[in-house]
């Protein structure tokens, strides 16, 4: 092969990638059960690594499991980004609450298991493959 074909085949497969690692930026408009309660909110502050706005809501449901809503949220987008609980802003002790679903709108998130909002108090947007915090809220007690 060619170092011409070689080049071609390079930037095919840069560009085929970086459309598949991106997150969506389609608008969604996601609702927490009616008959949740409002537990713990903080409002996004940016990271070194994006701009994040919105605000994030901690709900408990009637059967004491907890939803996160990221409410009126925005983000500048970026490969592999994921929603956090953590122990800390720049999470190193999580819980993953799965890979971001936009970059805009209001969306809710399953939190599995019965974490001590005391000491995860953090909901931080990463990019998991290159350690980048986008952007984190600090939840406080309504």
Do not use: W
């Amino acid at each position: 092969m060619n170092l011409k074909s070689l080049l071609i085949l390079f930037v095919f497969l840069a560009l085929s990638c970086e459309d598949e690692t991106l997150t969506s930026t389609k608008a969604i408009n996601e609702m927490t059960d009616p008959d949740a309660v409002l537990q713990y909110s903080g409002a996004f502050t940016s990271g070194p690594y994006g701009t994040v706005t919105g605000t994030a809501q901690i709900f408990k449901r009637i059967d004491d499991t907890f939803d996160l809503k990221l409410e009126m949220f925005n983000t500048s987008n970026g490969p592999d980004l994921y929603v956090y609980l953590s122990k800390e802003a720049m999470p190193i002790n999580f819980i993953s609450l799965g890979k971001l679903k936009s970059t805009n709108g209001s969306q809710v998130y399953a939190i599995t298991g019965s974490p001590d909002f005391n000491e995860y108090k953090y909901i931080s947007i990463h990019c998991k493959a290159y350690n980048h915090l986008f952007g984190f809220a600090l939840l406080t007690e309504e």
